[in-house]
């Protein structure tokens, strides 16, 4: 309702579950019932087609724009290309492209002025058809109700000076100023989706770019109140895996849905665990000794969210990672199927070595990798490695409370962190998050065993 009541900019506030996109799909269909033509926008385009998708369920017809190998193969119909071809108004075109083909292959062979004069005709019937072309795009563009792209697609020359009746943004907190103004400039009015407690903008450079870029616009008015709504009953997580991310993030003010709240792995037939009973497990390391390790290439550099070991793998720990692989298996063999579970790792470097010990793992369909590739996503199950473990307490970029958000917001039923309390504990954060564990009494010793298959 505050969205469809908006002044200028309304935000919605989308913690992990909640139905965000939803809540936005529901946004735009009421907005084109009352007859108001809508841009639909985000920063990129799996943001923009898992849009379209659910606009399509949700029985809204749109037109996206941009390049067709770009575009989900879901969403191919609804390309402007697709839409074009599809038009009847095209046939002449088609037909006069035909035409032209054909005096180019005849002037191949030709000499003199009947060769020019066959070329002259081809490229006369080529700027007819283009023309036809250009002129059932902008008509199919000005009929349509919601017109889907990216941030950077909505600049599209054929959208000329158009201005919509409501600019919808969903994933308005990854979006850098430049980028979101481009869709803002194109509508009366604007509705902004984000969390700007999960991952901000991808920007590369030094710290003068991370203070003017990095920060957003959607952070920017939340943090100065403007009119919004935070959207509290979220859709996914066990409400103990739910009760951390709450109480750290949102103030205490999520809450689980009923058919959500108490739900775990032993409703899909999964075999108990009595050595991890609960939806949230953690499996302590500190005094093992497996060390972090570092790689020796470094190039340096600054990059804001997706930090340096992303492009430079450097941070690993062998340890860890047979654990880890280890608590994957023993999931397997409760009866959980590959494709339900994730594996994220804090490293890209300790994400590859997770790779390699679980190649058929994978190849079943398990998933693993760093909090980036997660984001708006979620599993059954989910086993987080925070890798980290030195005998000085650094910590590194898993400071940013915003990145481990994320990774322990990716699980529905079961979610199980391996960390070095002794590493973490000094970090305000992950001192709540181990208070909260102790709370619940969820936490066990990796030298308790060796997280054998059950049989």
């Known amino acids: 309702d505050a969205a469809l009541r908006s002044g200028d900019i309304t935000l919605i506030h989308g913690p992990p579950g909640t139905g965000k996109t939803r809540t936005l799909v529901e946004v735009v269909r009421q907005r084109v019932l009352r007859g108001e033509r809508v841009l639909c926008a985000a ?4 943001a923009v087609d898992n849009l379209g998708i659910r606009l399509g369920a949700a029985g809204v017809r749109a037109v996206r724009l941009g390049h067709p190998a770009r575009v989900a193969p879901a969403l191919a119909a609804l390309t402007l290309d ?5 038009d009847g108004a095209t046939k002449l075109a088609r037909e006069w492209r035909d035409r032209a083909r054909a ?9 003199g002025q009947e060769a020019k004069d066959l070329w002259q005709e081809a490229r006369a019937l080529d700027r007819d058809a283009a023309r036809e072309i250009q002129n059932a795009e902008r008509a199919i563009l ?3 109700d919601v017109i889907l792209a990216t941030c950077v697609g909505c600049d599209h020359p054929l959208l000329g000076d158009r201005i919509f009746d409501a600019a919808i943004i969903d994933e308005a907190t990854q979006a850098p100023d430049p980028l979101l103004f481009i869709p803002l400039a194109r509508a009366k009015v604007a509705v902004l989706a984000g969390d700007q407690h999960q991952l901000g903008p991808v920007v590369i450079g030094g710290p003068a770019v991370d203070a003017t870029l990095g920060s957003t616009v959607f952070e920017r008015l939340a943090n100065e109140r403007l ?3 935070m ?7 066990h409400e103990q895996i739910m009760t951390f991310p709450s109480r750290s993030m949102y103030e205490g003010k999520l809450r689980a849905a ?3 709240a108490k739900h775990q792995l032993a409703d899909l037939g999964v075999a108990p665990d009595p050595l991890r009973p609960g939806p949230l497990w953690l499996i302590d390391t500190a005094g093992k000794d497996w060390l972090e390790q570092r790689t020796d290439f470094d190039p340096g550099g600054s990059l804001n969210n997706i930090p340096t070991f992303q492009f430079d793998p450097s941070t690993f720990n062998t340890g860890n990672a047979e654990r880890v692989a280890a608590e994957a298996r023993r999931l397997l063999s409760r009866g959980l199927a590959p494709t339900d579970i994730a594996i994220i790792a804090a490293y890209s ?3 590859h070595r997770l790779r390699e010990l679980l190649k058929d793992e994978r190849a079943a369909g398990l998933e693993i990798g760093t909090v980036d590739g997660f984001q708006g996503r979620e599993k059954e199950a989910v086993i987080v490695d925070l890798v980290r473990s030195n005998e000085h307490g650094e910590i590194g970029f898993l400071a940013n409370t915003r990145r481990m958000n994320v990774a322990l917001t990716r699980a529905k039923r079961f979610l199980l962190v391996v960390a070095d309390s002794a590493t973490l504990g000094d970090h305000p954060y992950y001192a709540q998050f181990l208070v909260y564990i102790s709370e619940i009494d969820a936490h066990g010793s990796a030298w308790s065993d060796e997280a054998p298959p059950l049989p």
């Open 142 to 144: 000005e009929r349509a």
């Open 103 to 111: 005096l180019r292959k005849s002037a191949a062979g030709r000499y």
């Open 258 to 260: 009923p058919q959500v």
């Open 231 to 237: 959207l509290e009953q979220q859709h996914r997580m």
């Open 349 to 351: 470097a300790q994400a």
């Open 82 to 86: 697709a839409q074009v071809n599809a």
């Open 227 to 229: 009119a919004g709504v």
């Open 43 to 46: 920063p990129s385009n799996t």
